[in-house]
C-alpha cells in the first residue's frame, strides 16, 4: 500500500520538476501515492505546511525564512526555481537599462518573495523609490503581471513563462534576469518540515529523488515536459517552451548559501523579519538522493 503525500504547488516554470514528477509517475516508483494542489499564491503555503494540511511544498525560500523567524519549523530540502525573476518593460518603451526605471510605473507583487527583493536589490542599487517612481503593489505575482499586460505600468518583476509571454504577444521585453541583480539566487524550492525530516528522513530522500527524476527530464525534454505543464500553469506549451530557453529550474543550491545570506540580511535590514533563523535549510538529504540515484 502506497503512503499518501500531499503537495502544494503555485505556477511557474521553476514548479516544472514537481509537475513532471506527478505526471511521469515518478512519485509512485518509490510507493508514494501524491496529491496535489496547485494554489493561486504562495502565501498560502506554509501556513498549509506548518498545520500539516500539505506534507512538501514548492514555495519561495524566502518564506521559509519568514516562518523560521517566528518559530515555525519550516525547513528548505533543495531548490528548483533559480535565478528565475525577470524585468520586463514594455515593448515600445524607451526603458533600456535598470536606471531608466526610476520615475516610471513598476507593478510589484506583495513584499517577501524573490520577485520583490530582487527588484527592491536594484532599486537601492540605483537610488529609485516611491518617492520618484510609481510603484503599484499587487496582492500576487499574477496581478502583478495583469497590471503590465493591461498596459497600466511601464515595468514589472515577474517570473518565467510570463515574461515571455510578454514577449511573444509582442508586449514586453526583458532587460534584466536574475542573474544580472542576484547571481546564484534561489527561488521557489523544495521544503517540509524539521519534524517531518526527524520522524522520516528516507521519505523526505524519496519525494526528492522522485523530483530530481522530475528536473533531469526537463532537461532532457523540455518539449515534452512543457506540453505537461499545460494544465498546472494555464500557459501555452509553447510559450514554457520558449521560456526554458532562458530559466530552468535547479535543485542543486549548495553554492547559493552566499547568495541566501545576502538576501536574508536584506530581509532583515527590510523589515521583513526580527532576526535571521540559525537553520532554515538542510541540504544533506538532497545529497543522499544523488548518491542513492547513481
Given at each position: 500500500?502506497?503512503?499518501?503525500?500531499?503537495?502544494?504547488?503555485?505556477?511557474?516554470?521553476?514548479?516544472?520538476?514537481?509537475?513532471?514528477?506527478?505526471?511521469?509517475?515518478?512519485?509512485?516508483?518509490?510507493?508514494?501515492?501524491?496529491?496535489?494542489?496547485?494554489?493561486?499564491?504562495?502565501?498560502?503555503?506554509?501556513?498549509?505546511?506548518?498545520?500539516?494540511?500539505?506534507?512538501?511544498?514548492?514555495?519561495?525560500?524566502?518564506?521559509?525564512?519568514?516562518?523560521?523567524?517566528?518559530?515555525?519549523?519550516?525547513?528548505?530540502?533543495?531548490?528548483?526555481?533559480?535565478?528565475?525573476?525577470?524585468?520586463?518593460?514594455?515593448?515600445?518603451?524607451?526603458?533600456?537599462?535598470?536606471?531608466?526605471?526610476?520615475?516610471?510605473?513598476?507593478?510589484?507583487?506583495?513584499?517577501?518573495?524573490?520577485?520583490?527583493?530582487?527588484?527592491?536589490?536594484?532599486?537601492?542599487?540605483?537610488?529609485?523609490n516611491s518617492t520618484n517612481t510609481d510603484i503599484y503593489r499587487m496582492p500576487s505575482g499574477d496581478a502583478a503581471v495583469i497590471s503590465f499586460l493591461s498596459g497600466e505600468v511601464d515595468a514589472s518583476t515577474n517570473v518565467e513563462p510570463y515574461c515571455t509571454l510578454a514577449s511573444e504577444l509582442g508586449i514586453g521585453r526583458v532587460i534584466a534576469?536574475?542573474?544580472?541583480?542576484?547571481?546564484?539566487?534561489?527561488?521557489?524550492?523544495?521544503?517540509?518540515?524539521?519534524?517531518?525530516?526527524?520522524?522520516?528522513?528516507?521519505?523526505?530522500?524519496?519525494?526528492?529523488?522522485?523530483?530530481?527524476?522530475?528536473?533531469?527530464?526537463?532537461?532532457?525534454?523540455?518539449?515534452?515536459?512543457?506540453?505537461?505543464?499545460?494544465?498546472?500553469?494555464?500557459?501555452?506549451?509553447?510559450?514554457?517552451?520558449?521560456?526554458?530557453?532562458?530559466?530552468?529550474?535547479?535543485?542543486?543550491?549548495?553554492?547559493?548559501?552566499?547568495?541566501?545570506?545576502?538576501?536574508?540580511?536584506?530581509?532583515?535590514?527590510?523589515?521583513?523579519?526580527?532576526?535571521?533563523?540559525?537553520?532554515?535549510?538542510?541540504?544533506?538529504?538532497?545529497?543522499?538522493?544523488?548518491?542513492?540515484?547513481?
Amino acid at each position: 500500500m502506497n503512503l499518501k503525500l500531499n503537495i502544494g504547488l503555485i505556477r511557474g516554470v521553476c514548479q516544472l520538476p514537481g509537475y513532471v514528477a506527478i505526471e511521469k509517475g515518478f512519485f509512485e516508483d518509490y510507493g508514494l501515492d501524491v496529491s496535489y494542489r496547485v494554489d493561486p499564491t504562495a502565501w498560502l503555503l506554509p501556513g498549509q505546511l506548518s498545520s500539516g494540511e500539505i506534507d512538501f511544498t514548492i514555495m519561495p525560500w524566502t518564506r521559509t525564512v519568514k516562518s523560521r523567524s517566528v518559530g515555525q519549523d519550516l525547513t528548505v530540502v533543495a531548490g528548483s526555481g533559480y535565478e528565475e525573476t525577470a524585468v520586463v518593460v514594455k515593448a515600445d518603451s524607451d526603458i533600456e537599462k535598470l536606471e531608466d526605471l526610476k520615475g516610471k510605473k513598476i507593478s510589484l507583487p506583495a513584499e517577501g518573495g524573490m520577485k520583490d527583493l530582487t527588484t527592491l536589490k536594484f532599486f537601492d542599487e540605483l537610488g529609485i523609490n516611491s518617492t520618484n517612481t510609481d510603484i503599484y503593489r499587487m496582492p500576487s505575482g499574477d496581478a502583478a503581471v495583469i497590471s503590465f499586460l493591461s498596459g497600466e505600468v511601464d515595468a514589472s518583476t515577474n517570473v518565467e513563462p510570463y515574461c515571455t509571454l510578454a514577449s511573444e504577444l509582442g508586449i514586453g521585453r526583458v532587460i534584466a534576469r536574475g542573474k544580472d541583480v542576484l547571481p546564484k539566487s534561489p527561488g521557489c524550492s523544495i521544503t517540509t518540515t524539521e519534524k517531518q525530516i526527524k520522524e522520516d528522513r528516507g521519505l523526505v530522500r524519496d519525494v526528492l529523488k522522485a523530483l530530481i527524476r522530475g528536473e533531469t527530464f526537463v532537461q532532457e525534454n523540455p518539449d515534452e515536459a512543457s506540453k505537461m505543464s499545460r494544465k498546472y500553469i494555464g500557459i501555452a506549451p509553447e510559450v514554457t517552451r520558449e521560456a526554458l530557453k532562458y530559466n530552468q529550474p535547479r535543485l542543486d543550491i549548495r553554492d547559493s548559501v552566499d547568495s541566501m545570506k545576502q538576501i536574508t540580511s536584506m530581509m532583515k535590514n527590510l523589515g521583513y523579519i526580527d532576526q535571521i533563523p540559525e537553520k532554515y535549510f538542510d541540504f544533506s538529504i538532497y545529497e543522499e538522493a544523488v548518491k542513492e540515484l547513481k
